[in-house]
């Protein structure tokens, strides 16, 4: 039986190998990730219950919702087929790419709260031209790399 050692390192930082240390440093979006797509645009981005929004929502966070709908390339759909309307139920009048652009967008806010310095994909382009998937994931790049 061979015996078998590793570091985790992120930003050139040796990282702790507990799991609850990598938890926090970490935002993952699975191709298969629960959301309930019957909700609002801005419930299934930023996690917040339908009834709680009132409570918590601020100008800023706003605009942070709209940025990460910009990133992957589903803002103009919803300014166009919705009348930039975040507040619209969707009952499940979203096609398979326009769920994984959320779900996107959902992970790029939790990793903006979390402070996340990983992001883990699998399969962000399920559903996506390739065109599109290109561009998202520069997007990605691009504001992960200007978040410091």
Known sequence: MNDYSAKIQIDNEQQSTTLHSIEKCRTMVLQDSDMDYRSTIYSMVTDIDEDEVDKNRTSELDSLVWEFLRLVQIDDFIRDELNGDLDEAMENKLSGGQKMRLLL???????????????????????????????????IMKWYRSKG
């Open 105 to 139: 967008a959902r992970a790029l806010y939790r990793a903006h709260n979390r402070n996340s310095s990983l992001l883990i994909l699998d399969e962000p382009d399920k559903g996506l031209p390739a065109e599109i998937t290109i561009t998202i994931i520069d997007n």
